[in-house]
């Protein structure tokens, strides 16, 4: 049973507008949320994060909102570039679980094109 | 910065191989992950150690075992490698409590059995 879920495998972009990546969790007790970024033969970047307590969090082009009535988050990318090109993972955690491992998705590949 | 470094970045196996896959983290960290990573099915969580000499199985524990024995190093091994474990697999760091550490990822290794 998947507790987070990226239904999207795959998105694709124009240089210069936005990409919108989505993700949706099952599990009430997630209270903290993280984007991660993966290049091929590369290990996962963190990207951006946000807690249950806020609803959007912001830091350069990336932007992250989380709806928790509707249990869904997603990651903005404005404006969007090639060098943006990755598979982008959602994952959860919940803080009041102390050192609980992290739960990921499955992943969406963002393809930017110039 | 925080260093997460794995042993290889490519590996070739035979079946029935014994391999050992090392994983070292710079930062004094508690908690270690080891995740596998295959197309369509995101990163899996095989084991993690939040201490020297603990260890919990994580969502595919089957056909892999674990060691750490210092504080920065954890070991993932494949007993009897199979071809069902080539895969791509990820070795990450967190600081200990609660779950809102951003674990940190190393490069890392691709593993094919023959």
């Known amino acids: 049973d998947q507790q987070v879920k990226q239904n999207s495998p795959s998105l694709s972009v124009q240089e210069g507008r936005i990409s919108i990546l989505n993700c949706d969790y099952t599990?009430?007790?997630?209270?903290?949320f993280l984007w991660y970024k993966k290049y091929p033969a590369e290990g996962p970047t963190f990207l951006i994060s946000?807690?249950?307590?806020?609803d959007k969090n912001e830091d350069g082009r990336f932007t992250v909102f989380l709806n928790k009535s509707a249990k869904h988050l997603s990651l903005h990318i404005v404006p969007s570039q090639p060098g943006d090109s990755a598979v982008y993972f959602c994952?959860?955690?919940?803080?009041?679980?102390?050192?609980?491992?992290?739960?990921f998705g499955k992943g969406t590949t963002l393809s930017v094109s110039s | 910065d925080v260093k997460v470094t794995q042993s290889s970045r490519y590996l070739v196996k035979r079946t029935g191989e014994k391999v050992f896959l090392e994983c070292v983290q710079d930062m004094d960290h508690e908690n270690m992950f080891w995740y596998r990573q295959d197309p369509g099915l995101g990163l899996r969580l095989i084991y993690f150690s939040y201490d020297v000499k603990m260890k919990e199985k994580g969502d595919i524990p089957e056909g892999y075992s674990v060691s750490r024995e210092k504080k920065e190093r954890f070991s993932l091994i494949l007993e009897s490698a199979s071809t069902n474990q080539t895969s791509m697999y990820l070795c990450a760091s967190t600081t200990g409590g609660a779950g809102t550490d951003t674990q940190y990822f190393g490069p890392g290794t691709r593993l094919t059995v023959l």
């Open positions: 994952a959860a955690s919940s803080a009041s679980q102390a050192g609980t491992a992290l739960i």
């Open positions: 599990n009430s007790m997630f209270d903290y």
């Open positions: 946000i807690s249950s307590i806020k």
